[in-house]
């Protein structure tokens, strides 16, 4: 019978544990969220102490588990949210005789953790006193200049039950600078927390103490600043607090990143300018892991040279209002605030991107938008024109920018990543462009700092009208291989001159890869390329070249994981650091230089040229012409040249090239055919205007895969010595597929290089390339690199004088060889000599 008892108080414990465990993890569950269905008011704590008896059979009979929690009831707080910055008043207004607020801190008591199966509550209620202000945390001391202030607050005597609905609760803090100027900042509703660590990717948000109201401001003047918070409720009560001061003093970092002067880089308050490196992190494995991932990722980055990241809110990691719509997860906010914190740490760059496509395609049926689960919309694409979808959303876009909008290290907010992908998008795109601007208008309401605004399109060209509107500040670029990318380093030039041309704002590749398709990737079978890149070429390319293009953060890799840090590729953005250092682009007045090779052997040679755009919806050009000069150069957009050729039935057929050539020697054209679309084909090819050659290509797979190898076969003309026009059509109804052109004794032997150069009056820098040195020569072709030799190249635009000339290695980022040369009538020779691969130059005034 004692083993009996025993067991009996085993069984006890068990249980008690069980309830306390329960109960915890209770408490720390990333989506409860907060909803007072009353105003908090100025209540004092109360305790309820509640006693529960619980039969627990055993084996001696039934014995009784008595447990006693006492929780302590703290006052309710309220909340406000806010649609629209409200116009300040010119002067601060004298606060309404209320009471004063004493001045009081906010201390973190733990929540108790004393578990129960029941928890029965008191509530104590009072008369609602007059609406006031009570300030719980003011600036202390002198703060400095981009330093973070923060003011925390209650209000009581409002209505309201949402705290996250600006039509329900509105609330901002009112600031006048030093200057005169006037500075209107959302307040937001916060929950104070810290975080438990449960060993490796195990973190829990312990929530601490009642929420309350929270501003963040981040000073961009010195001297004394005057601040007062307004609050209004739905049914339009409001309540203004008494004037306070808060004193700005010194300097703390660089500021906010801007766009510079000139529209194409980017400069820092400061005046300081960099080029960045970025790199796609753009969700944690898991929420429970996500502050320990970004601390090894940034530290990591951080070690790289890598300044710029892209994070975004997602279903399957953190997000904010997936579970319940307006109404937002206080954990996985509190998560975000350690990770900007974790940015600022480690001087890392945020693109922060506030929805993904997948919320209005493959993830539709989960959203909480939708009408099938409670939302106002019917249907995905509603999403751009529902003015109710459009209130709330505009809510959460507010809540981001209040919360996180105060550090200087959020370099950019996207409204969307890959907005083409969602559901039923090309018959909504006038929708959508209506739908960014106020989006992005609102932005620049909300966001005291102006910061950069941009959105994102899988395909740049699938509604460019977007790009022209006054409140997108950069184009955004996501560009995939393994179709029309097969020579990155040509491309990514062609696309930021050709985007800079036509909008005359920055340009940033802020995915890219050799190809789109993950492992596992639907109705795939095979090993995407970027698997095979090990050496990663392609990412090598996609660096280098987009820094020349003047684009003032490199292409970001979207293989984040399974590519560079798998085949620890960090080497290659190490090395593009360690040049550009000490390059301060816009002090520096850097701009495109012109640099051409010395012809020292007039050996004609064959150019080979692939496809560099995939299939492109909406062309932005009436005409793709270009020319193909002896020396090596391109003219024109080589970024459209497209390896679809479209037919009749396509409005895309303007994009069909016209090349102009001239032939050293006799020579010959090589078009290689891939395959045709369901409603066949005719390849026609015009010399000078004749018809020089025809040819019928009826569909013989039944198939609509442009890489499926239906035809698999070279089409060959020659031509004698002389310059020609080269057009390239078809004048069936649907498409077919190119895979390369050659040109036979159209260019110089040494003209097996590209010349990238950028430039000022007293300094040069320059990235040359062996043109056989790209992803699909190296790694799927398994091509021998015959190095170009005997390569010298000039450039113009520098004063005279004597310069050092610094030669580096491209992926360890060192010196390699140094000389002296003497610029004269502006120009420098420089012999660089045999390139295998590529190598970078520095050119230097030694005066």
């Not at 390699?816 to 120009?827: D, I, L, T």
């Amino acid at each position: 019978m004692k083993g009996v008892h025993i067991a009996a108080i085993v069984v006890i414990i068990v249980i008690a544990l069980a309830l306390i465990l329960a109960q915890y993890y209770a408490m720390q569950r990333g989506y409860e969220t907060v909803t007072p269905t009353t105003p908090p008011q100025q209540t004092t704590a109360t305790q309820t102490t509640t006693t529960e008896t619980t039969p627990v059979p055993t084996e001696a009979g039934t014995t009784t588990l008595v447990i006693e929690v006492t929780v302590t009831q703290p006052p309710q707080t309220p909340t406000t949210p806010s649609p629209q910055a409200p116009t300040t008043p010119t002067v601060l207004p004298t606060p309404s005789p209320t009471p004063t607020a004493p001045s009081a801190t906010v201390t973190e008591t733990t929540s108790p953790q004393t578990p129960t199966t029941t928890i029965a509550t008191e509530t104590t209620t009072t008369p609602a006193p007059q609406p006031q202000v009570v300030f719980l945390k003011l600036p202390e001391g002198e703060g400095p200049k981009f330093g973070l202030v923060e003011i925390a607050f209650n209000i009581s005597g409002l209505s309201y039950s949402n705290p996250f609905d600006t039509s329900d609760i509105d609330v901002w803090v009112h600031i006048e600078t030093p200057s005169g100027s006037r500075v209107a900042v959302p307040a937001f509703y916060f929950q104070n927390y810290t975080v438990k660590r449960f060993g490796p990717g195990e973190e829990i948000i312990v929530r601490v103490g009642r929420p309350y109201w929270l501003a963040r401001f981040t000073p961009v003047e010195e001297g004394v600043h005057k601040f007062y918070v307004k609050a209004v409720d739905g049914r339009g009560s409001a309540v203004v607090s008494e004037i306070r001061e808060f004193v700005v003093k010194g300097v703390a970092g660089r500021g906010f990143v801007r766009v510079d002067s000139g529209k194409r880089l980017f400069v820092f308050d400061s005046g300081e300018s960099m080029f960045m490196l970025g790199i796609n992190v753009a969700w944690p494995p898991d929420r429970r892991s996500s502050i320990s991932f970004y601390e090894q990722w940034f530290a990591k980055l951080n070690k790289s040279g890598i300044k710029v990241v892209r994070i975004g809110l997602v279903p399957w990691a953190l997000t904010l209002e997936w579970s319940k719509l307006h109404y937002y997860s206080l954990d996985d906010a509190a998560r975000v605030d350690e990770i900007v914190k974790l940015a600022e740490k480690y001087d890392i760059y945020i693109v922060f991107v506030f929805m993904w496509h997948g919320e209005l395609a493959d993830n539709w049926g989960d959203n909480p938008y939708n009408a099938a689960r409670g939302g106002p919309l019917q249907s995905p694409e509603e999403f751009w024109s529902n003015t109710v979808a459009i209130s709330i959303f505009k809510d959460k876009v507010r809540y981001i920018i209040a919360r996180w909008g105060y550090s200087t290290h959020i370099l950019a907010w996207e409204l969307i990543n890959e907005a083409d992908l969602t559901t039923n998008f090309f018959s909504a795109r006038g929708a959508f462009v209506s739908w960014v601007k106020e989006i992005s208008s609102y932005v620049k309401s909300v966001d005291p700092y102006n910061r950069i605004v941009t959105v994102n399109l899988a395909d740049y060209n699938s509604e460019p009208r977007v790009w022209s509107l006054e409140s997108i500040d950069i184009i955004n670029v996501h560009r995939y291989g393994p179709e029309g990318f097969k020579d990155i380093a040509l491309a990514i030039p062609s696309i930021v001159e050709g985007l800079w041309n036509t909008y005359r704002k920055p340009i940033i590749v802020t995915e890219f890869g050799v190809d789109y398709r993950w492992i596992g990737y639907p109705g795939f079978k095979g090993t995407p390329y970027w698997a095979y890149d090990k050496s990663g070429v392609g990412l090598h390319e996609g660096l280098w070249s987009s820094i020349f293009s003047l684009s003032p953060v490199s292409a970001m890799s979207w293989w984040w994981d399974t590519q560079v840090d798998s085949y620890n590729l960090w080497y290659h953005y190490k090395a593009l650091y360690e040049f550009l250092k000490g390059v301060d682009p816009v002090r520096g007045g850097l701009g495109k230089a012109r640099a051409s090779l010395v012809i020292t052997d007039a050996t004609p040679s064959s150019i080979a040229l692939y496809p560099l755009a995939g299939w492109v919806w909406v062309s932005p050009v009436r005409e793709n012409r270009l020319v193909i000069r002896p020396d090596g150069a391109i003219e024109g957009r080589v970024d459209l040249l497209s390896g679809f050729i479209y037919g009749t039935c396509h409005s895309q057929r303007a994009l069909n090239p016209v090349f102009t050539v001239t032939f050293i020697d006799r020579g010959r054209v090589v078009l290689h055919i891939n395959s045709v679309g369901r409603g066949s084909a005719k390849l026609v090819i015009y010399v000078n205007g004749t018809l020089a050659t025809q040819l019928d290509l009826p569909d013989k797979d039944g198939k609509s895969d442009g890489s499926a190898n239906e035809y698999d076969m070279d089409v060959e003309l020659w031509f004698e010595p002389g310059t020609y026009e080269i057009k390239i059509d078809n004048e069936a109804c649907d498409w077919l597929t190119w895979d390369y052109i050659v040109f036979e004794n159209a260019v110089y032997r040494v003209a097996k290089v590209d010349l990238y150069a950028l430039a000022n009056s007293t300094f040069a820098m320059l990235w040359v390339r062996n043109k056989d040195y790209n992803w699909w020569n190296v790694v799927v072709l398994n091509k021998p690199l015959e190095p170009a030799e005997g390569v010298e190249v000039e450039i113009e635009g520098l004063q005279d004088g004597v310069y050092i000339v610094e030669f580096w290695d491209t992926c360890r980022g060192v010196v390699v060889k140094s000389m002296e040369v003497q610029v004269s009538n502006g120009v420098a020779r420089v012999p660089v000599g045999s390139i295998e691969k590529d190598i970078a130059i520095k050119i230097t005034s030694a005066g």
